[in-house]
């Protein structure tokens, strides 16, 4: 098995918004509402990617390939709020291939493309499998959580601030 991580594309986005919705539909059932995760719409993400494509501002996007077909992506930059950290933005990876090794190359890749001493990512509490996948790569919830409302819900989905701190030597 071949598995190849490189820079987004803009023919990638309809293959990034189906695999998007899967692991959403997948990884969050019991965590989000069934009617948020049962109405999610492949095309309108697949425009929101579009649309952001030339417009991510100082963010990047890198997609994994496994054999020449898209298995995952991680979206990453500078913190959204306070410039100064990293933010993993979004990691996901296709049900079909979770456990490939094609998130630990994602999570690896960005790790070592952001600068910053302190890497931050927002993930629902309660989800153990990416709390295992992140502690393996040394990022641990600092005690910070928020709520995530997903556009037209009312639901306020319970989020843990996840964190790594590097040391001095950057790693």
């Known amino acids: 098995m071949t598995l190849v991580v490189r820079p987004e594309t803009e023919a990638d986005c309809d293959a990034l918004a189906q695999l998007h919705v899967l692991a959403w539909q997948k990884g969050y059932r019991g965590l989000l509402p069934d009617e948020i995760l049962d109405t999610l719409s492949v095309q309108e993400w697949a425009q929101m990617r579009r649309e952001r494509f030339n417009n991510d501002g100082p963010r990047r996007t890198l997609v994994a390939e496994l054999d020449g077909v898209v298995a995952g992506f991680a979206r990453f930059g500078p913190d ?13 990876v296709h049900p079909d291939f979770w456990g490939t090794g094609a998130g630990d190359a994602l999570i690896r890749e960005a790790l070592k493309s952001l600068p910053q001493q302190e890497i931050r990512l927002w993930m629902l509490e309660g989800n153990e499998r990416a709390q295992r996948f992140y502690a393996r790569h ?11 409302r997903h556009r037209g819900s009312d639901f306020d989905a319970p989020e843990l601030q996840i964190v790594l701190h590097r040391g001095q030597s950057g790693g």
């Open 80 to 92: 959204r709020y306070e410039e100064e950290f990293g933010e993993i933005q979004a990691i996901y």
């Open 138 to 148: 040394g990022l641990r919830p600092n005690g910070t959580r928020h709520f995530y």
